[in-house]
């Protein structure tokens, strides 16, 4: 519509007198403005990569690093050496100067390598500084002098005012453990889970490796971290997720919820126009690098890899393999809402379009009352079914005229925004109202998103929101990172009127949202359905449960003197014993950031300590002070094993790249077969919370999100994440599978309920315990699950 409505505004006639050439000035200015405002945005992105490029020196220290060198000059001192008269003596054209032009450009020729020099020791001993991981390791609360100095030394060689990829060349690479290191951590991990007999051959599995092939992987191993920024992150990528040839609908995709007990306002094209702005607001900083790094302890940076493909971002099926295909500076979005796919320009007059005109936009959508085309209502099912059929229609059907031209609009949209029909949302007063909510923003109808993008974003008709988020190219505090600055722009920054439109004037002169065209084949359509289909079995097998415990939260878990996750950690091993009599090996993610292109480690949540702790909590005869000694040492077990995973002495990652480097030397290895086919039945990961500190959720406890999950992981297990907002809530997202008689997600959160309880109660005297056997805050109902 855009292009049609500058074509009107440029108009020629040909006469025989000659053309009769009409230009509007609404167009034209609107080009103009096109013009300024990209060329601006060359000149920021400009500047802000030379400021990244030096920091943590700044472009202002070059000159007076050259006016020092020009000073000596005039002086007997001479800083450099004698170089600046060596430089002039080597200079070309040096006979075509005078002595005076070739002794300042000698002096600006030296302190620009001077400068250049300073700039790499300064980052260099950031890099050095950064590679020391002491301080991760020691108490809570307790810092020792050398931490102390450290810490000052990295604040002072950090800089001021840093952009958001101000140290990402200063991040360490991720090292590379030593093999006995890891085959050690991990014959530890496994030694709860199997008998003598299971261990006795798994040991013998893991010293014949050892012994015969692990130093040749090694050797090549060590060479890629030299060779590459992280020696995980792409084969990580690549044969995690993109070879990957089943649906990533359920299986690979998570979700993230709206905020989760207030909606500013209950008009759907109202609030997808405030929360499309400050998206848009948030790109524009992101393109400039303009966000503040997230820094541990307020000092420590992580790295900003993974943002850059937010926007602008579609996973491309094929054959074999996918790809990740990221553009720049898209200024559209495509829009889903009733089986019809619309496009909305973002952009007009070289900015971008304010809240009220996409309140006006997709007011536009929700009142268009067409009919979708042939083969339209169900297409994104193929993003949804098996990825070797959809690369297949892809490059039969989509290859060429109208089909190629809507999809192109789909795959190189900023994001993709589909506007359901159906409310959803948590609400107190409706039973099971967040697994609905859950299992909408996960899967919906299974054609109603489009999972290959990066993201896509859901408006409901009461006003409520939620994204389903392509898991790729980024993990899940990326893009919480980004929704957390929305909803706080959303609800503290733009606001609504008092009828809940968005703040400012409407116009009306805006070109209307365009129509995509199809022209979808019958032998496309049954592949179409064939894909919906199986992605319908998928979703309906999916048995979520999600659980606010508002009990306590972290504020009394920290005066139990001890980690909030570790807590959760051991609560979830308690309440996995007592669903299934039976431990499990366990999952929990963690993230290696603070090392150049980190994304996640694995931490083993199930130890031997862990085991010992809740065989003491179901022994009868085991008191109090025990059970509370053996989860003190329980705990202690498990912030250790998190903290070797967040600075690179993982197990899972090491071992996987090993076995990846094992494939490509055509070297067989049981031992790597055996660890990477081994099934994680319990699936965890914590979806941190408050990363901007942007709301006060003390002044503001209603503002708090509900956070996100994931699908289940094994065919017979669970999923969990939960995520700890505030001082005093904790919400459980818990995934299971109908068709495993053996899990159920309700029954799964009762239990994690009453092991957070039964834990709470060791700290407790014994005459002030809790009696929480009969305390359930929602009855069984049978032990049944609910369909």
């Known amino acids: 519509m855009a292009e049609a409505h500058q074509a009107v505004g440029f108009q020629f006639t040909v006469r025989p007198d000659g053309l009769d050439l009409k230009l509007s000035q609404e167009v034209i200015k609107n080009i103009y403005l096109s013009g300024v405002t990209a060329w601006k945005k060359r000149a ?6 030379i400021l990244a490029g030096v920091y943590p020196a700044s472009p202002s220290s070059w000159l007076i690093v050259v006016i020092a060198m020009m000073s000596s000059l005039y002086t007997c001192i001479d800083p450099s ?30 302190a620009t390598g001077l400068w250049l020099f300073l700039i790499y020791l300064l980052r260099y001993t950031l890099k050095a500084l950064l590679s020391y991981h002491g301080w991760i390791f020691e108490s809570h609360g307790k810092m020792s002098t050398s931490t102390k100095v450290w810490l000052s ?48 051959q798994m040991e013998i599995l893991a010293n014949d490796f050892k012994d015969s092939k692990a130093a040749q992987l090694q050797r090549y191993l060590i060479l890629k971290s030299w060779w590459s920024t992280n020696y995980v992150s792409d084969w990580w990528e690549e044969y995690i997720y993109l070879r990957g040839r089943s649906p990533i609908m359920v299986n690979s995709n998570f979700y993230i919820m709206d905020l989760l007990y207030v909606t500013p306002t209950h008009r759907q094209a109202a609030r997808a126009g405030n929360v499309v702005h ?39 099926p094929g054959i074999e393999t996918d790809i990740v295909q990221h553009l720049t500076d898209r200024k559209h979005l495509v829009v889903y809402y009733k089986g019809r796919f619309f496009q909305v320009w973002l952009y007009t007059g070289g900015r971008h379009l304010l809240p009220s005109e996409l309140e006006t936009q997709f007011q536009r959508i929700l009142s268009d009352t067409s009919e979708p085309q042939p083969g339209e209502l169900k297409l994104a099912a193929l993003t949804a079914g098996n990825r070797v059929p959809w690369a297949r229609a892809r490059n039969k059907y989509f290859s060429q005229g109208a089909n190629k031209v809507s999809l192109d609009a789909i795959e190189s949209a900023a994001f993709f925004l589909a506007l359901d029909d159906e409310p959803q949302g948590y609400d107190p007063a409706t039973t099971r109202s967040l697994d609905t909510y859950a299992k909408s923003v996960l899967h919906g109808k299974c054609y109603d998103r489009w999972f290959d993008k990066s993201f896509t974003l859901i408006s409901y008709p009461n006003g409520k929101m939620g994204v389903n988020v392509e898991h790729s190219w980024a993990d ?39 129509r995509l065209q199809w022209q979808i084949q019958k032998e496309c359509r049954e592949v179409i359905e064939t894909s919906y289909l199986s992605a319908k079995k998928i979703a309906g097998d999916v048995d979520f449960h999600g659980c606010l415990f508002t009990e306590f939260g972290k504020g009394l878990i920290k005066k139990c003197r001890t980690s909030p996750d570790a807590f959760i950690q051991l609560a979830l091993q308690l309440a996995q014993f007592r ?41 009868a005869g085991a008191t109090n002070a025990q059970r509370l000694a053996l989860f003190r040492e329980a705990s202690d077990m498990h912030q250790n094993m998190y903290r070797l995973a967040m600075t690179g002495s993982g197990i899972d990652r090491h071992l996987f790249c090993l076995y990846i480097m094992s494939k490509y030397l055509g070297l067989d290895s049981p031992f790597l077969e055996k660890v990477l086919s081994e099934p994680w039945k319990l ?55 109908f068709s495993s008689p053996d899990t159920d997600s309700y029954r799964f959160g009762q239990h994690i309920w009453k092991a957070m309880h039964d834990i709470q109660s060791l700290f407790k005297p014994e005459n002030d315990k809790k009696k929480v056997e009969h305390g359930m805050p929602v009855q069984m109902e049978n032990g049944k699950k609910h369909i």
């Open 278 to 316: 400050a998206m848009l607001q948030y790109r524009r900083k992101l393109e400039r690098g303009e966000h503040a790094p997230l820094r541990a302890l307020g000092t420590v940076p992580m790295c900003s890899t993974q943002m850059e493909r937010m926007f602008n971002t579609t996973r491309i």
């Open 153 to 200: 030394l990295v604040k002072m060689f950090s800089g001021r005012r840093p952009l958001l990829y101000s140290f990402q060349a200063s991040l360490p690479r991720l090292p590379v453990p030593s093999v006995d290191d890891t085959i050690h951590r991990y014959l530890e991990s496994v030694r709860p889970l199997l008998d003598s007999k299971q261990y006795n």
């Open 44 to 49: 920021i992105q400009f500047k802000n990569g």
């Open 476 to 514: 899940a505090p990326i893009v919480g990172h980004m929704w957390e600055y929305v909803l706080a722009t959303d609800c503290f920054h733009l606001g609504y009127t008092e009828e809940g439109h968005c703040k400012g004037d409407v116009n009306k002169c805006l070109p209307h949202p365009t």
């Open 579 to 619: 669903d299934q009599g039976v431990f499990c090996l366990t999952y929990e993610s963690s993230m290696t950031r603070m090392f150049r292109d980190g994304r996640t480690e694995t931490v083993r949540s199930c130890t031997s300590e862990a085991v010992a702790f809740v065989r003491a909590m179901e022994d």
């Open 683 to 737: 699936s965890t990961s914590q979806t941190p919370q408050q990363q901007l500190n942007l709301v006060d959720i003390n002044k503001f406890p209603k503002y708090v999100g509900a956070g996100g999950g994931f699908g289940p992981v094994a065919d017979d297990g669970y999923g969990v994440s939960y995520i700890i907002v505030g001082e005093n809530l904790i919400t459980f997202h818990i995934s299971s599978k």
């Open 81 to 110: 050496l004698g170089m600046i008269d060596a430089i002039k003596d080597i200079l070309p054209l040096r006979h075509c100067m005078s002595v005076q032009t070739r002794a300042v450009l000698s002096a600006i020729l030296f």
